[in-house]
T-cell receptor, first 111, second 114 residues
Framework: EDQVTQSPEALRLQEGESSSLNCSYT??????LFWYRQDPGKGPEFLFT???AGEEKEKERLKATLTKKESFLHITAPKPEDSATYLC????????????FGSGTQLTVLP | NAGVTQTPKFQVLKTGQSMTLQCAQD?????MSWYRQDPGMGLRLIHY???????DQGEVPNGYNVSRSTTEDFPLRLLSAAPSQTSVYFC?????????????FGPGTRLTVL
């Protein structure tokens, strides 16, 4: 059974204090790892897709990396507007038509 | 483009009532899906469709029906609502069912079953 675990569950940072969120996975045949951002009361918004170990993607203050067992979402010099819940999800060869989501990390950036 | 739209935004039902959650997309996407989101459990797939006339079950399909008569619409039907179906429901669509396409989510429907 595919499993996705995100840590920490919640993270509070001061503005400008860089940190990383973790997404570890146990799956058979990874076909893609996805990061989403979700603001309160809204649907998830797509950020990145990573396909193979060693791959990196960047967008503004966010950088996503992938290894064979986990992915990291690095947040550099965060601002209060980066506050949101960050979700990761995987698509696998056994469930190629479905996404399996982690439970998310709730990030709060204090001014 | 409006993207993925969902109606209603909020709904309160009594146990045993039935209703349909509406979902539409204007991006000509083949793939559409329904998720429910509960605190501490993440998003769980209910049903999905890879094209008009084709649907399949996800992780938690019991108590829900779907149909896909057009590319644009993918309604979710609750047959006999139960308190365990209190949740936030999200519809999503993707260009194809290929592994490499991201999904776009609607704004959600918050359902309470009394």
């Amino acid at each position: 059974e595919d499993q996705v675990t995100q840590s920490p569950e919640a993270l509070r940072l001061q503005e400008g204090e860089s940190s990383s969120l973790n997404c570890s996975y146990t799956v058979s045949g990874l076909r893609g790892l996805f990061w989403y951002r979700q603001d309160p009361g809204k649907g998830p918004e797509f950020l990145f897709t990573l396909y193979s170990a060693g791959e990196e993607k960047e967008k503004e203050r966010l950088k996503a990396t992938l290894t064979k067992k986990e992915s990291f979402l690095h947040i550099t010099a965060p601002k209060p507007e980066d506050s949101a819940t960050y979700l990761c999800a995987v698509r696998t060869s056994g469930s190629a038509r479905q996404l399996t989501f982690g439970s998310g990390t709730q990030l709060t950036v204090l001014p | 483009n409006a993207g993925v739209t969902q109606t209603p935004k909020f709904q309160v039902l009594k146990t045993g009532q039935s209703m349909t959650l509406q979902c539409a997309q204007d991006m000509n996407h083949e793939y559409m899906s329904w998720y429910r989101q509960d605190p501490g459990m993440g998003l769980r797939l209910i049903h999905y469709s890879v094209g008009a006339g084709i649907t399949d079950q996800g992780e938690v399909p019991n108590g829900y029906n779907v149909s896909r008569s057009t590319t644009e619409d993918f309604p979710l039907r609750l047959l006999s609502a139960a308190p365990s179906q209190t949740s936030v429901y999200f519809c999503a669509s993707g260009r194809t069912f290929s592994s490499y396409n991201e999904q776009f989510f609607g704004p959600g429907t918050r359902l309470t079953v009394l």
